[in-house]
């Protein structure tokens, strides 16, 4: 069933945007602490039966300094630098296996999937990389309430900060030339953060982009992951506002206000995960040039293969043959 407003109210939702008054210097100190370690790039060739693509398992210093696994995937009959997508996971999700991420070879792009910090057990795709950070007080299962006391403590400045370090391993690779980001659900999310935190950006795939608008989410779905920043605050009824306070450093509809990268966006209108609502909230106060892919009997699977043609054909708009 259809799960939120009408399409037309949706197409002009514009709630009005809760920022921290230190937004902006908040993450240039975060992404200088990052770009004060050396960027420790690592890459070994791994030997597959791919016929399309040359595979390499990749190490980069992401927030801290801390190690970040990630696949590279370089088109085999590429000559000279070619365009890449640096794809970001869902919630739970990995890196998974090479295998998984033969969509932009296939039309001649290289693809960078970074693992999620501390995530890759949640019953799909495996990860990979641990987060080393030290224990930040009470949590639910999950990470969406890791460190939610402080906003320098919180998750998410580390995966998002991994994923700007990303970009800059990416940047750093001899064979790859123009740069887009994507991803759907949480990476959508983490590829809007990126929209907005780095300049020249080719593109951004954003496809139900979850911690948009998250305050009203909680409001709304009874679904996980927001879930379980419900059950935190039903534990912490004190701490409410102070979690709200935190998030609002990584609201996706903050983001959207400062981001010019020109972006796709995808959403279902039937999708209890991502609220429509939400995504549209980001979509209306994005900055730079985009467009939205509708789909109205579909929930968080959004397009699926059908979408997955609408972002290869944005991508050759922004990337080139």
């Not at 590429?78 to 890449?84: D, E, H, I, L, Q």
Request: net charge negative.
């Amino acid at each position: 069933m259809f799960v939120d407003l009408p399409l037309p109210q949706l197409r002009e939702y514009l709630p009005d945007r809760v920022e921290p008054a230190d937004f902006d210097a908040f993450w240039q100190r975060t992404l200088a602490e990052a770009r004060a370690h050396d960027l420790a790039l690592e890459l070994t060739p791994v030997p597959t039966d791919l016929t399309v693509a040359d595979v390499f398992d990749v190490t980069f210093a992401g927030f801290g300094g801390h190690p970040i696994k990630g696949w590279l995937l370089l088109p085999r009959q590429a000559s000279g630098p070619v365009p890449c997508v640096i794809e970001y996971q869902g919630y739970g999700g990995g890196r998974g296996l090479p295998i998984d991420w033969l969509l932009w070879p296939s039309v001649g792009y290289a693809v960078f999937a970074m693992d999620s910090r501390g995530q890759g057990a949640g019953g799909w795709r495996r990860g990979d990389t641990a987060d080393p950070y030290p224990g930040t007080g009470p949590q639910t299962p999950g990470v969406m309430t890791s460190g939610i006391h402080d906003p320098h403590a919180y998750y998410y400045r580390r995966l998002y900060t991994d994923a700007v370090r990303a970009v800059d391993a990416a940047r750093a690779h001899p064979g790859i030339g123009a740069v887009a980001v994507g991803g759907a659900s949480q990476g959508g999310a983490i590829a809007l953060a990126v929209s907005a935190l780095v300049p020249d950006l080719a593109c951004a795939l954003l496809d139900v982009p979850f911690m948009c608008h998250i305050r009203h989410a909680t409001q709304i779905t009874p679904e996980h992951p927001y879930a379980e920043l419900a059950a935190y605050c039903r534990a912490f009824k004190d701490q409410v506002e102070r979690v709200f306070e935190t998030l609002a450093y990584f609201d996706g509809v903050n983001f959207a206000a400062r981001a010019r990268t020109p972006a796709l966006f995808s959403v279902g209108l039937q999708d209890g995960i991502t609220p429509p609502s939400t995504v549209f909230a980001a979509y209306n106060h994005y900055a730079g040039e985009k467009d939205i892919r509708v789909y109205p009997y579909n929930g968080h699977e959004g397009g699926e293969s059908a979408h997955a043609m609408e972002r290869v054909a944005r991508a050759k708009k922004a990337l080139g043959s």
